[in-house]
Every structure is written in C-alpha cells, then in structure tokens.
C-alpha cells in the first residue's frame, strides 16, 4: 500500500467513514490523514514510504518499539489456548493471575491488588466510583470530592474527563459532574510569579491543595488525583518540593492519594512507576498504555491493602466492571512485555543513559531564539517555543506556531506533539545513540523552519 493512487484512496475513504480522537474534523479533512503502515523497532512507516522516527512511542505508549514477534507470539498462543473468559461470576484464568501476581511485585510495597480495563478513561472511571465506594464501606459517605489540577488529563470518559481539568473537555460534556475541584498545577515555567523559584513555586502549588481542602471542608473530601508529570498538559514536570507537600497533606487530612501513571507507569521515568521515583506512597495507581507497549488494550487499577481490606470486609457487591477486564490475550502480552522489558534492563536503562541522553539532546536547544525552556524527566521532555525569551510572552494564537513546528516534524521525518506551543517527546525505551543523534539533527532543523515561518512575529 504505497503507492500514490492508493494513498489518496485511503484518505478518501478516511475522511468519508472515520472519526478521529480529538480533531477538527474540517481541517483534517481539508488535509486528509497521513496513513501509517509499517513500524519497526524505534521507527513507522507511512503509504508513501517515508519512514519517521517516532518520538512519541505511540502515544506514550509503545515503548519496546515496533514489531516485537515475542508479543505477536505471546498473543497467538494465548488465543488458541483460551482467547476470552470473563471474570465475573467467581471465574477466573492463569494469564491474569499471573500477571496481577507480577504487578502486585513491580508496585509499592503496600500495593497488592489489581482491577483491569482496557483503557486508561476506564481505568480512572473505576477508580473515581471505587475511592467512593470506600469511604461509603469506612461510614464515611459525605467524602465524595476528589481534588485534581487544572491542565490534568485523565481520560475522555465523562467521569475521568470531569475529574481531568482540561476546560476543552469539560466544554463537550458542560456540565461537568459535581464532585470535582482543580487546584493549580505545578507548572514553573508557566505559572511561577517573577523571581519565585522553582522550590517555593511547588510549596505554593502543593499548598493549593490544603487551601481547597479547607475551603470544601475535610470531612468532604475523599482524595487527591495527579499525574506524577502532567503529560498531555504539556510534559509539566513539578520542582522537588511538590510531591513531598502533597504527600504531607494527604496524610494530615487522611485523604486517599490517586497517582494517575497511565503515562508514567512502566518505567518512564526510570523506576516501574513514577511513585517510586518521587517517594510517594499512593493509594491508587492507575495505569494503561505501555502497560502491553500498546500492542493490545489493557488498563487498570492497583489498590492498596487498606482499599482491598475494605472490600473484602463488606459482604456488599462493587458493581462494576467490564466485559474484558482482565482480558487473557491482553494479559499475556503485558506478561510477555514486562519480561521484555525486565531482560533488555529497559527500566535502570531510562536512569542510565536514556533519559540523560534525551536531557543532553534538548539542552542544545535552550538558546535558540524560539525556546523559552527547554525540560525533562527520564523519558519526558517538553520545548516551550515562545515569542519573547527574556519575558516569556506565548505567540498570539496559542497552539497555531505548535501545529506548524509539528508539521515540520512530521515533514523531517520525526514525530513530536503540539500541546498548544509545547512541543513534547516520550521516545520509546529502546532508543540508542543513532536515534539520539537523529533527533538531534531534526529538531534543529525543525526549530530553524518554524522560526523562518514566525521571524517577524518575535521580540526584537
Ligand atoms: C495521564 C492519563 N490518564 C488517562 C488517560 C486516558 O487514557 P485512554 O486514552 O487510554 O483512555 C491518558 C491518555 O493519554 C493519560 O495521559
């Protein structure tokens, strides 16, 4: 399929029967869709034949690169030997027993039990209706609002979209569900006032979350939910002081902490998950994507002994659950990807020598006349591409110069995402120096295109 004429008849057909995730349907269609065929390792291939390197794995997702025959293999095996069974009416099967087995292993110490899906939305949908229906089982039913950040992602869903603080979101479902508060989010770059530092910058953001919980009421409130770094709100990586604040909070007000790590999980940032690496105990994480480096869907929920407790100390059902949570096929890939990932030290790799690869290559851009800052944590970077350095001012337009340094990207060959004006990477785990090296290239080149379209619109 790589030829011309069938390009634009893919496109034709695309744009005639498919809807996209988070689109403007005209301009896609204006454009049409650039089709993906083929990826190998760190790279895909679109129809035309034009191979990219992919800087988002996915969607922060595939992060053992493309074209593994172990987790074909894992999935075939897995089909022939029993493709689905529910695990409803106390039935259950070897893959996701051993799978929840090796979660309960990879995740903090007091987190043992696992609840499945097979998106990340779903997986904080369970977690908004299980965080509930614990303080119902402890007598506390008046604790009900969950307390997230403005700019989270949690899902599209309109439970996790709501607890999200994306106001573009919350605009298709208005109103959103009661029960949610978004407090500022740990953005220093964006949201630090002139002359704050980093360090102070993540109290007052951390303390954000004590004023709220003040203002609603403690005995309201029934947890707090983050992202360990905010990822689709544009790679906001919080100064040190953010997570142990929180944390303190939490416990000051016995509040159940939800650690969203649908991106973070599985090693991103150099540790099974981002909980580890900022010391924080959650009492809930959530997780998806590289679960299964996105081969196949899978998501869910680990919960600690207390939450688990809970459950097992009521004779009450949870009802609640999906067809395919803890689908076999599903669980043996993400059984298969974590041996994978465990053998090729993918995980101690991100603290070794990827992500300082990935900061070294970013920090060569930190000077270019469209860089306001450049950031990164382990596998997670972000370049903020500005109109004035020394004040920070944005483009007018947010998101238009974003889209055309995309573009760029795309053109070059690389894959980088446009939050607004953000520009943000989540390469796979199996990067080595060559794609390093290559990014490097691109990004210098891509930075030196944009800045040709946008000259006359910086400060002198
Ligand atoms: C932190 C976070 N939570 C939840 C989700 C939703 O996951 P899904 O798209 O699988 O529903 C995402 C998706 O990007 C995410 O980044």
């Known amino acids: 399929m790589t ?54 794995a996915g969607l922060w997702t595939c992060d053992v690169g493309y074209g593994r025959k172990e987790l074909a293999q894992a999935a075939y095996d897995q089909m022939v030997e029993l493709p689905f069974y529910n695990t409803f009416f106390k039935t259950t099967h070897p893959p996701v027993i051993a799978l929840s087995r090796k979660l309960a292993e990879l995740a903090p110490d007091t987190l043992n039990q696992v609840f499945y899906g097979s998106s990340g939305s779903e997986s904080n949908d369970t977690a908004i209706r299980l965080i509930r229906h614990y303080w119902m089982l402890k007598g506390e039913p008046k604790r009900r609002i969950i307390i997230s950040r403005k700019n989270a992602y949690h899902g599209s869903t309109i439970a996790a979209g ?11 479902s208005y109103p959103v569900y009661e029960g949610f508060r978004h407090i500022i989010d740990p953005y220093w770059y964006g949201e630090s006032e002139e002359g704050e530092s980093p360090e102070a910058f993540g109290l007052r953001a951390a303390r954000a979350l004590e004023e709220e919980i003040l203002a609603v009421g403690p005995e309201n409130v029934a947890a707090f939910a983050g992202e360990p770094v905010q990822g689709a709100g544009g790679v906001k990586i919080p100064p040190t002081s953010y997570w142990p604040e929180v944390q303190r909070i939490v416990d000051k007000y016995g509040i159940l902490l939800l650690a969203d790590e649908v991106i973070t999980g599985f090693g991103r940032l150099g540790t099974w998950f981002a909980s580890q690496y900022y010391g924080i105990r959650p009492n809930l994480i959530t997780f998806a994507k590289a679960a299964t480096s996105g081969y196949i869907p899978l998501s869910g929920i680990i919960v600690d002994d207390d939450i688990a407790g809970a459950l097992m100390a009521h004779d009450d059902d949870f009802h609640h659950g999906y067809t395919f949570s803890g689908h076999p096929v599903a669980c043996a890939v993400a059984l298969k990807n974590i041996e994978i990932m465990e053998q090729e030290r993918l995980v101690p790799r991100v603290k070794e020598f990827t992500g300082p690869a990935l900061a070294k290559v970013l920090a060569k851009f930190k000077d270019h006349p469209l860089v306001g800052e450049v950031r990164s944590v382990g596998l997670l970077g972000a370049i903020e591409l ?25 053109r070059e060959g690389f894959i980088m995402r446009a939050v607004f004006d953000t520009m943000v990477t989540s390469p796979p785990l199996i990067w080595t120096q060559a794609q390093f090296d290559e990014a490097e290239q691109v990004i210098g080149r891509t930075l030196d295109l944009t800045l040709n379209d946008v000259a006359g619109e910086l400060a002198a």
């Open 3 to 56: 030829n011309q004429y069938q390009t634009a008849q893919l496109r034709e057909l695309d744009a005639l029967h498919h809807l996209h995730p988070f689109t403007t349907h005209s301009s896609l269609r204006a454009s049409g869709a650039r089709v993906i065929v083929r990826g190998e390792g760190p790279y895909i291939w679109d129809s035309e034949g034009q191979r990219i390197l992919d800087g988002m």
């Open 162 to 172: 709501s607890m999200g603080g994306m106001a573009h979101v919350h605009k298709h």
């Open 386 to 410: 500005v109109a004035d350095k020394a004040t920070r001012r944005r483009f007018a337009d947010p998101g238009r110069v974003g889209l055309i340094c995309r573009d760029h990207f795309f």
